[in-house]
């Protein structure tokens, strides 16, 4: 039901060949109010944080640490950390890492929300939108191509022309 509610939300845009430049008034607009985040990302992205200060202290550590570390029995943390904090800053930076890819696998780019709102038509067939380059100029203006290539090199040709008139 809902995947039919999408089709028919759907905007479509007709080119008559690519590379090719278009507007869609609205939608970073739209983009931003529609895409909530998500909470499986906040957590990995707070995760990231707490790693990355746990990153940070261990750095600092290294730096300002004491030169000799004396103890007696058991460990306490403290002496642990002052002990180990290269691989404690090694291990913190690998699980950053980790939760930053975690994160980005719940997040929603304006890339996959354009393929998913926009139909795209080139002389009147619908192209696959995920498998051209867009690129997002000022004021949802928009370019598309075939291939990164052909993309830079049109956007030199516009800059071109802009810089002649």
């Known amino acids: 039901m809902e995947d039919n509610n999408i ?14 430049v ?39 550590t290294v730096f300002v640490g004491p030169d000799q570390l004396y103890i007696q029995s058991d460990m306490s943390l403290s002496e642990f950390w002052q ?12 699980l950053i890492y980790g939760c930053i890819q975690i994160a980005s696998q719940f997040s929603t780019n304006w890339k996959s929300y354009f393929s998913d709102m926009i139909d795209v038509y080139v002389d009147s067939k619908i192209i696959d939108a995920t498998g051209y380059e867009i690129e997002t100029l000022e004021n949802d203006n928009f370019v598309i191509a075939k291939d990164p290539e052909a993309l830079n090199n049109y956007i030199n040709k516009l800059r071109s022309q802009l810089q002649e008139n």
């Open 83 to 94: 002990l180990y904090p290269g691989p404690i800053a090694s291990v913190s930076f690998v």
């Open 22 to 60: 278009f507007a869609i008034q609205g939608f970073t607009a739209i983009y931003h109010a529609s895409v909530k985040s998500n909470p499986k990302e906040k957590f990995w992205s707070i995760l990231a944080i707490v790693f990355g200060c746990i990153f940070i202290a261990s750095v600092l």
């Open 7 to 20: 089709e028919a939300n759907k905007m479509r845009i007709d080119l008559d060949a690519l590379p090719a």
